[in-house]
Nanobody, 120 residues
Framework: VQLQASGGGLVQAGGSLKLSCAAS????????MGWYRQAPGKERELVAA???????NYANSVKGRFTISRDNAKNTVNLQMNSLRPEDTAVYYC???????????????WGQGDQVTVSS
């Protein structure tokens, strides 16, 4: 199983970016998906999460600015980021909880990380 993220980059404060992440490989069931971020010198933190039925959860710092969505047919999760701030600068990681077969347990998988830099 692989998670491939894309869409990061450099943007000015107030701008927007959209991150996308696609899961591929042997997937029986794709459960919760989410985005985490890690800024230099800080711990990795949850940004947003979405369950298989579409329920969402956001960090307080991004509520009202970021929107997470998923396409279950394509095994993708997106993060639309608006009104970006310099403090949003971090490496963003996608995450997915995946069952690889009917009889296997659920495991967490991570994307490779995508740099988002917001200039002031």
């Amino acid at each position: 199983v692989q998670l491939q993220a894309s869409g990061g980059g450099l943007v000015q404060a107030g701008g927007s970016l959209k991150l996308s992440c696609a899961a591929s490989g042997s997937i029986y069931r794709l459960n919760g998906m989410g985005w985490y971020r890690q800024a230099p010198g800080k711990e990795r933190e949850l940004v947003a999460a979405i369950t298989s039925d579409g329920s969402t959860n956001y960090a307080n710092s991004v509520k009202g600015r970021f929107t997470i969505s998923r396409d279950n047919a394509k095994n993708t999760v997106n993060l639309q980021m608006n009104s970006l701030r310099p403090e949003d600068t971090a490496v963003y990681y996608c995450n997915a909880a995946i069952k690889r077969s009917r009889y296997s347990g659920e495991n967490d998988y991570w994307g490779q990380g995508d740099q988002v830099t917001v200039s002031s």
